[in-house]
């Protein structure tokens, strides 16, 4: 990321033209990046449920699943890495 795209990237943040991005990043400030990836996680895990007797087209469903089972491995990593974390401390 060269300067200007991070100049961008604050403009974005702070002037709320990108709602989301906003959103996640203050979500990110007040939580941590760990506790948010895990709890997407939690989330991923009910919506690819949901997903499989949604009607959406074949396209939808693949790219919601598909995003889900990744969201989800990330999610596991990231609560291994805690784990061995915690236990490394102990």
């Known amino acids: 990321m060269d300067a ?3 100049e961008e ?3 974005a943040v702070e002037s709320g033209d990108d ?3 906003s959103t996640m990043h203050s979500l990110v400030e007040r939580w941590g990046m760990p506790a948010l990836i895990m ?3 939690s989330i991923s895990n009910v919506l690819s449920e949901d997903a499989e007797s949604a009607e959406l087209t074949p396209g939808q469903r ?3 699943i598909g995003c889900c089972a990744q969201v989800s491995h990330l999610s596991d990593l ?3 890495e805690m784990e061995f974390i915690t ?3 102990k």
Do not use: K, T, V
Request: glycine share 10%.
């Open 39 to 41: 709890c997407l996680g």
């Open 78 to 80: 990231m609560h291994a």
């Open 9 to 11: 990237f604050w403009n």
């Open 19 to 21: 709602p989301l991005l």
């Open 4 to 6: 200007r795209d991070r």
């Open 62 to 64: 693949g790219l919601i």
């Open 87 to 89: 236990a490394a401390e």
